[in-house]
């Protein structure tokens, strides 16, 4: 008669210990993008590692893969959905065949500064953006900035009609081929490594960077003239998989979520310091003149940028243009 009840006891400790176990198994999260560990994005990827590991122990483990060494421009979206992968931050012009709204932030001449594009993502119509995805099961996180964008050409580019007849190398977008079809420029599709190459071939005659990137790859060696136009932000979002991110235990997420607000403040802060010192190099070096716009100049561009806003408001979003243009202070 004590046989059963032993066998139950045996079974019962069996169960225990193998839910203990699986409960002792680890969250994995592959965090993959396409740049160097040595960039603010890489640096804010191995980031949110070392705090994960410092914060949760052994109930999340965090896998970073930089360079692509895991999944490319063309397929690490479609890994994502997959559950292939968990965590990326593609650049928001990747996010056009899922959410048009997120083009607010390719309109030229939109916001007056990165100050104003920073007021813009803390209001709630930005914050909405972040979930614009979800019927693609796309979860936004956090938004990463990486720099506004300045004009670099073969000739000053002080008004609109200077670039009349240039063409520009840019990322796949409507918005930016409008941009600059507006103001009588041709454009190409070039992936970023190969610009300069682009440049020095002719290929292209101009092309719209942040400091950081005119910098890294030596733009101002091919292009004599950089405009200090800060007319775009070159942004990238932070993204898992929304069935993922909402399978993790309640309180877990929340901890992550801290961990991500912390390092997208890292991130964004790097990549201010970054270009910053990227334009004082550039300027340092002298290969290329750096051109300020006076208000007069401003004002002239922006006017010739309002038909692209026009263009795009339905696909954006009446309300979103408006809020974000209610961010710029004068």
């Not at 990322?171 to 041709?186: H, K, M, R, Y």
Request: proline share 4%; with cysteine.
């Amino acid at each position: 008669m004590f046989k059963p009840v032993i066998y139950i006891a045996l079974t019962a400790l069996m169960l225990v210990c193998t839910n203990s176990a699986v409960a002792a198994e680890p969250i994995v999260i592959k965090f993959s993008h396409v740049v160097a560990d040595d960039t603010p994005k890489g640096r804010g990827a191995l980031l949110f590692k070392q705090l994960v590991e410092e914060r949760l122990g052994d109930k999340v483990k965090v896998e970073v893969y930089p360079n692509s060494t895991l999944f490319g421009d063309d397929d690490e979206l479609q890994a994502l959905r997959d559950g292939k992968v968990q965590l990326l931050a593609p650049s928001l012009s990747k996010f056009d065949a899922y959410t048009k709204q997120l083009q607010v932030y390719d309109l030229p001449f939109l916001f007056d500064d990165l100050e104003a594009v920073k007021r813009f993502q803390k209001r709630e119509k930005s914050r909405e953006l972040l979930r614009s995805m979800a019927a693609y099961d796309i979860y936004g996180l956090a938004y990463w900035n990486n720099g506004m964008k300045q004009l670099s050409a073969n000739r000053a580019l002080k008004l609109p009609a200077d670039a009349k007849g240039l063409a520009f190398r840019i990322q796949p977008s409507p918005v930016l081929e409008t941009q600059f079809a507006q103001i009588g420029a041709t454009t190409s599709k070039i992936a970023f490594s190969e610009t300069l190459a682009a440049l020095q071939k002719g290929t292209v005659q101009g092309a719209e960077n942040p400091w950081s990137n005119l910098a890294s790859q030596k733009l101002d060696s091919v292009q004599p003239f950089i405009t200090e136009t800060n007319h775009g932000s070159l942004n990238y979002m932070l993204i898992s998989n929304s069935k993922f991110w909402v399978s993790i235990p309640y309180q877990v997420r929340t901890q992550l979520e801290a961990i991500i607000e912390e390092v997208s403040f890292k991130v964004n802060q790097d990549a201010e310091e970054l270009n910053r010192k990227s334009r004082e190099q550039i300027a340092a070096a002298g290969r290329a003149q750096i051109l300020s716009l006076t208000p007069e100049q401003r004002d002239a561009w922006r006017e010739a940028m309002r038909p692209v806003w026009q263009r795009f408001e339905a696909e954006i979003g009446a309300d979103v243009l408006r809020a974000a243009q209610t961010v710029n202070r004068r």
